[in-house]
C-alpha cells in the first residue's frame, strides 16, 4: 500500500524560509514529486528527486532521503505568491508504468 | 498555446445523469491521466492512457469510463451521476509513462444535486 504524510498546513513569514516535510511508506520507489497548487487551479510541477540529495532550483530545494522515506521542499525568500497547496507524491511501480500517489497536500499560508 | 484544455471547466447536473469530460493536449505527449480531487483537496489517480491504451486503471466505479480515440486525448464519460461525485476531476499529460513530469490541465468543477 501507499502511505504519504504531510503537514495539513504551515504559516510562514514573508522573506523568511520554510521547510515542507513529507514521509512515505510505499510498495516501491520510483521517484518523488512536488507540486505546487493555488486554490482553484491545476498542480503545477516544483521538482523530482530519484536519488538521495539536495535538488536546487532557485528559491526552491527539494531533498530525498530514500533510506528514511523522507523528503523536504525548502522555500526561501518566501513571497505573498507563494501561499498554496504543496503537494508531494511519490512514484511507485505499477504494470508497465508509473503511477504517481499524492499526499493531502500542506497549504502554507505566507504573511507579511 | 494552452498545453492541456478541458472542457467544460464547470458542469452542474442532477443524480441519474450521464456527462462527459472531454480533455486534449497539445504538447505531443504519449501519456495522458485522469485525476480526482475531493473537497479535502485529495488528489487521487483514476485512470491512465499510454497511446491510446488504458495503462493504470485504479478502483473507480464501472460509472466511469475513459476513452481514448487518439494520444492526444482523453475522454471522460460518468454514468448515473451520484452527489459522491462531486468533485474537481483534472486531466494531465507526460512525455511517456515513465516521465517525472505531468502537465495538468485547469480542471473541471463537477456538481452533482
Known amino acids: 500500500g501507499q502511505n504519504i504524510d504531510q503537514p495539513t498546513e504551515m504559516t510562514a513569514t514573508e522573506g523568511a524560509i520554510v521547510q515542507i516535510n513529507c514521509t512515505y511508506q510505499?510498495?516501491?520507489?520510483?521517484?518523488l514529486f512536488w507540486y505546487q497548487q493555488h486554490a482553484g487551479e491545476a498542480p503545477t510541477f516544483l521538482s523530482y528527486n530519484v536519488l538521495d540529495g539536495l535538488e536546487e532550483k532557485g528559491r526552491f530545494s527539494s531533498f530525498l532521503s530514500r533510506s528514511k522515506g523522507y523528503s523536504y521542499l525548502l522555500l526561501k525568500e518566501l513571497q505573498m505568491k507563494d501561499s498554496a497547496s504543496y503537494l508531494c507524491a511519490v512514484k511507485s511501480p505499477y504494470t508497465n508504468a508509473g503511477k504517481s500517489t499524492f499526499g493531502d497536500g500542506t497549504t502554507l499560508t505566507v504573511k507579511p | 498555446d494552452t498545453a492541456v484544455s478541458q472542457t467544460p471547466k464547470y458542469l452542474v447536473t442532477q443524480m441519474g445523469n450521464d456527462k462527459s469530460i472531454k480533455c486534449e493536449q497539445n504538447?505531443?505527449?504519449?501519456?495522458m491521466y485522469w485525476y480526482k480531487q475531493d473537497s479535502k483537496k485529495f488528489l487521487k489517480i483514476m485512470f491512465s492512457?499510454?497511446?491510446?491504451?488504458?495503462?493504470i486503471n485504479e478502483t473507480v466505479p464501472n460509472r466511469f469510463s475513459p476513452k481514448s480515440p487518439d494520444k492526444a486525448h482523453l475522454n471522460l464519460h460518468i454514468n448515473s451521476l451520484e452527489l459522491g461525485d462531486s468533485a474537481v476531476y483534472f486531466c494531465?499529460?507526460?512525455?511517456?509513462?515513465?516521465?517525472?513530469?505531468?502537465?495538468f490541465g485547469p480542471g473541471t468543477r463537477l456538481t452533482v444535486t
Open positions: 494531465a499529460s507526460s512525455l511517456t509513462s515513465e516521465d517525472s513530469e505531468q502537465y
Open positions: 510505499t510498495s516501491g520507489f520510483n521517484g
Open positions: 504538447l505531443g505527449h504519449d501519456t
Open positions: 492512457y499510454n497511446n491510446k491504451e488504458l495503462i
